[in-house]
């Protein structure tokens, strides 16, 4: 299987602006590509590993990956579907682009690393205007998707003007690292198609650029990839645990399950087409989930944290969590509902930890038999919870029902 048959069986191409083209560079020779990242917070999504894992494939093939994070993009945004973006400060933007260049880093230590505030800020806006701005017609812009769907409720031209960066960035590094290939994600594609004219507009019509786009990832359902009930799902630890990471990939409808290991794992074709078969002939054993969970979270944080999350995930399966380390516990904490105190009752618990939204409520649960701390039934409803119980004197786990777990953190 060539290179851009795997993209294609991987589900990374959507649109390609010359495909005779783009079979010979990726498949006969060995060239530049880039992918742009903008430094809109100070970490990455989850959302943005189709797009990594992508990178990490191709240069795989032997093809040199140029990572060019937005430091000046950043600063202008791109339009969203509805309504303008809060503008970033330069500190801010540059802040964040040292945080995400680092991120993007672990996975793809031989790229080469470029932000565009580096050549975008020294051009000045006669320059922009006469060397740039000439180059593109209005009509052409207003025809863009990205445009299209925010001329109902306006755009500033501060955002209308993106694709004329983001086209700058590319002509930009073909011009002087002679980069032949920009990929992007689907939303992207006006902009992505920008850069393309631009690049023949200045360079002529028998430029040797391609540009390709990758769907987006939505769940079988149609809403979006990458969010949880709390939120975005982040590669940055502190935001979003290895457990809750994995968590969210170990719960995977089995519909899902055959694009995202396609799409965010490097498996070969082989393993992930028996995985997928497992899934079809014994979907409850849930092995492509347990893969995919597993695969996920060692290329976001490593083999050890992928350990650490497995445990987690064991113990408040098994409910047995004399085993689990305090770093574990910690991780824990970060994937689960938890209160900090010195002590407190456990019908008081129960509701602050929203496990219960009454105290008449409550008491049914430990009537029932339905409360559990650190695995031991509570029937009693005056039992206060103090770490003289805690593990490490610091944590006790609180258990509603069979899959119901918080933490109360000892002071």
Not at 7 to 15: E, I, Q
């Amino acid at each position: 299987m060539t290179l851009y048959d795997e993209l294609v069986w991987r589900g990374f191409v959507k649109d390609v602006s010359n495909e005779e083209k783009a079979k010979q560079l990726l498949n006969e020779d060995k060239v530049k590509f880039y992918c742009g990242f903008d430094p809109t917070g100070q970490s990455l999504t989850v959302g943005h590993l189709v797009q990594i894992v992508r990178i990490m494939l191709i240069a795989k093939y032997g093809h040199h990956p140029v990572v060019l994070i937005g430091g000046a993009t950043g600063l202008i945004g791109d339009p969203r579907q509805t309504s303008e973006r809060k503008l970033l400060t330069l500190e801010q933007s540059l802040e964040n682009a040292e945080k995400i260049k680092k991120q993007i880093g672990r996975f793809q230590k031989e790229a080469t690393f470029v932000n565009n505030n580096d050549w975008i800020s020294k051009i000045d806006m006669i320059s922009f205007l006469r060397d740039y701005g000439k180059n593109f017609n209005i009509n052409y812009m207003l025809s863009k998707e990205t445009v299209q769907a925010r001329l109902e409720t306006g755009i500033s031209y501060t955002e209308f003007s993106y694709m004329i960066i983001q086209a700058i960035d590319w002509l930009h590094l073909y011009q002087t690292i002679d980069c032949k290939i920009q990929f992007g994600g689907s939303d992207q594609w006006g902009n992505i198609t920008t850069g393309l004219e631009l690049i023949r507009k200045t360079v002529g019509d028998k430029h040797d650029a391609v540009a390709m786009s990758s769907p987006l990832l939505l769940k079988s359902d149609g809403t979006k990839f990458g969010k949880s009930e709390s939120g975005a799902l982040w590669l940055d630890e502190t935001l979003t645990s290895p457990y809750e990471l994995y968590q969210y990939f170990l719960n995977t409808a089995d519909d899902d399950v055959a694009n995202y290991l396609k799409m965010l794992t490097l498996l070969d074709k082989e393993e992930i087409e028996l995985l997928i078969q497992s899934s079809i002939e014994k979907p409850e054993e849930r092995l492509a989930q347990k893969r995919l969970a597993s695969e996920v979270t060692k290329l976001v944080h490593g083999e050890e944290q992928l350990k650490q999350a497995i445990n987690v995930s064991n113990s408040l399966f098994s409910g047995e969590f004399g085993s689990l380390t305090i770093d574990e516990f910690k991780m824990a904490q970060k994937g689960l509902d938890s209160i900090e105190k010195d002590e407190i009752n456990i019908l008081d618990a129960l509701i602050e930890l929203k496990l219960a939204q009454s105290k008449r409520e409550a008491r049914e649960f430990v009537k029932n038999g339905a409360v559990l701390i650190n695995d031991e039934k509570i029937t009693d409803f005056d039992f206060v919870l103090s770490k003289n119980i805690g593990y490490y004197n610091t944590y006790a786990v609180v258990r509603r029902g069979k899959k119901k777990f918080a933490l109360v953190v000892f002071k």
